[in-house]
């Protein structure tokens, strides 16, 4: 059984599009990360949310962590086909522990 | 740039031999974390260490995995004896310890048990 489910588990939009993913629990979590994969590659960060109800933004990136932190959301406004890729949601519990979402896989279609 | 570094990178072995794969984390990185990486179940939490200390291998087969950290700048998965369901990508990362900085992963190594 999954900590963390993620939905969709595969996305393939146009460029331009928008989109959003989702990262579900039903346990709080210290703090949450989300990653991105490519390819061959280990997950590289992208960003951390600590505080429930937190919005961070990357550029065209838009992360938010619930306020009861369980959850969080992804979104990615006007995609580029450089967004392509494996996108993990981590949970962090007490301890340093970090459990990783089933994953999104991401293809912008040019 | 630091990086954690892992060896082999691939890996093809046939079922029943011993697989031993390795891992340099990052200089002062105190925590290191075993993953297996599939297409069916994502990112599966093997082992994780603190100061070289296991703290948490519950995801771990026991019965034929083992990790283990010689040193502080050497952590080893080691598989025995390999079957074919083990095949999957394995990764390491290294972090601080703190809940708020992120893991630094390596590359992975490809594991094909035949």
């Known amino acids: 059984t999954q900590l963390l489910e993620q939905s969709p588990q595969f996305l393939s939009i146009q460029e331009g599009e928008n989109l959003t993913v989702y990262c579900n629990s039903s346990s709080v979590f210290s703090s949450l990360q989300w990653y991105r994969q490519e390819p061959g590659e280990g997950p590289v960060l992208l960003v951390t949310?600590?505080?429930?109800?937190e919005v961070k933004k990357l550029k065209r990136l838009t992360f938010q962590f619930g306020d009861a932190r369980k959850d969080s959301s992804l979104h990615i406004t006007a995609a580029q086909t450089g967004d392509t890729g494996l996108y993990l949601c981590?949970?962090?519990?007490?301890?340093?522990?970090?459990?990783f979402g089933t994953g999104t896989s991401l293809t912008v279609i040019p | 740039d630091a990086r954690v570094t892992q060896t082999p990178r691939d890996k093809v072995t046939e079922m029943g031999q011993e697989v031993t794969m390795r891992c340099q984390p990052i200089l002062g990185h105190n925590t290191v974390f075993w993953y297996r990486q599939t297409m069916k179940q994502g990112l599966e939490l093997l082992a994780y260490?603190?100061?070289?200390?296991?703290?948490?291998d519950s995801g771990m087969p026991k019965d034929r995995f083992s990790a283990e950290m010689p040193d502080a700048t050497l952590a080893t998965l080691k598989i025995q004896p390999s079957e074919p369901r083990d095949s999957a990508v394995y990764f390491c990362?290294?972090?601080?310890?703190?809940?708020?900085?992120?893991?630094?992963f390596g590359n992975g190594t490809r594991l094909t048990v035949t």
């Open positions: 260490f603190r100061n070289r200390a296991p703290l948490d």
């Open positions: 990362a290294s972090g601080s310890g703190d809940n708020n900085s992120p893991l630094h």
């Open positions: 949310v600590v505080t429930g109800g």
């Open positions: 981590a949970g962090v519990l007490t301890g340093n522990q970090f459990y």
